[in-house]
């Protein structure tokens, strides 16, 4: 008796691959429902431009308080968070989606809330509250993903891994003041 092979033969790839080619990277094994990533690409899309607003504003804030240790940390959040709508936008594209950056809606759309908070404490604790909500969500995005879209849930596990990394610092800046 014939095993089943692992893999799909290179006819039947060749062949699939020749069918729909107006869907560029988006081939005939593609195993995910594409709206639904589509749809939460575009919310976690939302929730990196809130992460953005609100850690620009707190720069500018931390920075008129002399704040300069916690001011420079939410610069570079701020650029990483902008880093990883970029990410996002590129794969909704490239799922045939087109990315949402409407302000109509966007704090809606987003797990992550904008909140200015009233001095630095407040701020920082603020920051982290948000991304811990980012890290339970892209988290449960990356699990739902599974195999099904693997491109997709290594990008969110590369973002997950960069708003751990937030987090943290924010908890030592936390500690520290
Ligand atoms: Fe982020
Ligand atoms: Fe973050």
Avoid at 3 to 18: G, H, S, V
Avoid at 49 to 69: D, N
Avoid at 124 to 152: C, H, M, Q
Wanted: hydrophobic fraction near 40%.
């Amino acid at each position: 008796m014939s095993e089943q092979p692992f893999l799909t033969d290179i006819k039947t790839l060749r062949e699939r691959a020749r069918r729909h080619i107006e869907q560029g990277a988006v081939t005939e094994g593609y195993k995910a429902d594409r709206e639904t990533v589509i749809r939460l690409l575009n919310e976690a899309l939302a929730t990196e431009i809130v992460c953005t607003l609100r850690y620009k504003r707190h720069y500018y804030m931390a920075e008129g308080l002399s704040a300069s240790v916690a001011a420079q940390e939410f610069l570079e959040h701020a650029q990483q968070e902008q880093q990883h709508a970029d990410w996002l936008a590129e794969r909704i594209v490239q799922l045939g989606g087109a990315p949402n950056f409407s302000p109509e809606g966007l704090s809606t759309r987003s797990h992550a809330e904008y909140v200015e908070g009233e001095d630095l404490k407040d701020m920082v604790k603020e920051n982290l509250i948000a991304e811990r909500i980012a890290i339970d969500s892209y988290r449960e995005i990356a699990t739902f993903l599974g195999d099904k879209d693997p491109t997709t849930r290594r990008i969110m596990e590369d973002i997950l891994a960069q708003e751990e990394e937030h987090a943290d610092d924010m908890a030592a800046i936390l500690e520290a003041i």
